[in-house]
T-cell receptor
Framework: NAGVTQTPKFQVLKTGQSMTLQCAQD?????MYWYRQDPGMGLRLIYY???????DKGEVPNGYNVSRLNKREFSLRLESAAPSQTSVYFC????????????FGQGTRLTVV | GEDVEQSLFLSVREGDSSVINCTYT??????LYWYKQEPGAGLQLLTY?????DMKQDQRLTVLLNKKDKHLSLRIADTQTGDSAIYFC???????????FGGGTRLMVKP
């Protein structure tokens, strides 16, 4: 069972470059999320998609955009990367918006130099 | 906004019990969760408790919730070296909008 798959696992960007983080889930979940994890700060929600066709801002959306391409896929884009966006990014999905359990991907470690 | 606090670090000996504590501020929390993160991996849900419960037991794991004090704890009995990881508590608000995570507690189990 693949669950939630994120690509790439690691990425180094120069300041100002753009990139898209990909996420796909095979559990037929309606809701998907993007979090960033910084040391000692837990996970903070960047954007979420409660259902296919909708996206909403989370706690820390600035500098990011998202696309819910279809029910399976939810991508996160950095248009102009900044060193402050150096972090580990996690995608997650849940059966329903506010569902009791969220399943997480393995994470993408992004370094912006 | 909501705030979830955890101590940063806990060290125990193999076979002892571990107790990881968490405090939160949102009195309207509906569900409270414990996640485990092993090195280089994503978060794995260990257990969760509904806010109208005081305790939940699942094999070696016991979750205690003191809603009055907004205090959540995770007790791991007979801690093993494989339990070494970072443990996150999280709460979901009444609107179900999002999970708010604590900063994580790194549990180190010494043989």
């Amino acid at each position: 069972n693949a669950g939630v798959t994120q690509t790439p696992k690691f990425q180094v960007l120069k300041t100002g470059q753009s990139m898209t983080l990909q996420c796909a889930q095979d559990m037929n979940h309606n809701s998907m999320y993007w979090y960033r994890q910084d040391p000692g700060m837990g996970l903070r929600l960047i954007y979420y998609s409660a259902s296919e066709g909708t996206t909403d801002k989370g706690e820390v959306p600035n500098g990011y955009n998202v696309s819910r391409l279809n029910k399976r896929e939810f991508s996160l884009r950095l248009e102009s990367a900044a060193p402050s966006q150096t972090s580990v990014y996690f995608c997650a999905s849940s059966e329903a918006y506010g569902g009791t359990e969220a399943f997480f991907g393995q994470g993408t470690r992004l370094t912006v130099v | 906004g909501e705030d979830v606090e955890q101590s940063l670090f806990l060290s125990v000996r193999e076979g002892d019990s571990s107790v990881i504590n968490c405090t939160y501020t949102d009195s309207s929390s509906t569900y409270l969760y414990w996640y485990k993160q092993e090195p280089g991996a994503g978060l794995q849900l260990l257990t969760y408790i509904f806010s109208n419960m005081d305790m939940k037991q699942d094999q070696r794991l016991t979750v205690l919730l003191n809603k009055k004090d907004k205090h959540l704890s995770l007790r791991i009995a007979d801690t093993q070296t494989g339990d070494s990881a970072i443990y996150f508590c999280a709460e979901r608000d009444n609107a179900g909008n999002m999970l708010t995570f604590g900063g994580g507690t790194r549990l180190m189990v010494k043989p």
